[in-house]
T-cell receptor, first 115, second 114 residues
């Protein structure tokens, strides 16, 4: 079975600063997808960024970027120029293709952006 | 385009009762997945339906079941409720059967078992 570990239950960052959220996973698969989802307080979960394991280039989406280290099974999320709206729970997730959309989620990191 | 909707949003039930939760996916989406979210366990996969067929099931007891209708709406049922079933139940829909098509989550149903 796949496991996803987020070792930082809570983090905080000053507005406009940069923060990195950690995620490690365990799998014997060579082809898979990795995701970061954001769940704002009392709001719906939304996709932040995704990475295909076969792509060596790290994914970026505006202020969000990942550091994907396949050999180390590490998938960290970097948020640059943090904004108050970035305050949320962040979940790292793993998915094998052709498994009926079965995601494995980490336990989440609660990020607070301090004005 | 309307998002994923879940009804009811909040539910309080007593141990031993059963409950049915509903999820309406985004129009055109054929895949619906269900997750249980608790503070200690995070999000855990329950099952996924695609074109009315359950394609995958997580590690939950048989008290948890689901189905999908021809219009892609999905329901999940929990029988003989236990206190530990208290959680936020999320559903997610996607356009096709692969996650490379983004999954869109609903707001969830908050179930409290007393």
């Amino acid at each position: 079975a796949q496991t996803v570990t987020q070792s930082q239950p809570e983090m905080s960052v000053q507005e406009a600063e940069t923060v990195t959220l950690s995620c490690t996973y365990d799998t014997s698969e060579s082809n898979y997808y990795l995701f970061w989802y954001k769940q704002p307080p009392s709001r719906q979960m939304i996709l932040v960024i995704r990475q295909e394991a076969y792509k060596q280039q790290n994914a970026t989406e505006n202020r969000f970027s990942v550091n994907f280290q396949k050999a180390a099974k590490s998938f960290s999320l970097k948020i640059s120029d943090s904004q108050l709206g970035d305050t949320a729970m962040y979940f790292c997730a793993f998915m094998k293709p052709n498994t009926g959309n079965q995601f494995y989620f980490g336990t989440g990191t609660s990020l607070t952006v301090i004005p | 385009k309307a998002g994923v909707t879940q009804t009811p949003r909040y539910l309080i039930k007593t141990r031993g009762q059963q409950v049915t939760l509903s999820c309406s996916p985004i129009s055109g989406h054929r895949s619906v997945s269900w997750y249980q979210q608790t503070p200690g366990q995070g999000l855990q996969f329950l099952f996924e339906y695609f074109s009315e067929t359950q394609r995958n099931k997580g590690n939950f007891p048989g008290r948890f079941s689901g189905r999908q209708f021809s219009n892609s709406r999905s329901e999940m049922n929990v029988s003989t409720l236990e206190l530990g079933d208290s959680a936020l139940y999320l559903c997610a829909s996607s356009l096709a059967g692969e996650a490379i098509y983004e999954q869109y989550f609903g707001p969830g149903t908050r179930l409290t078992v007393t």
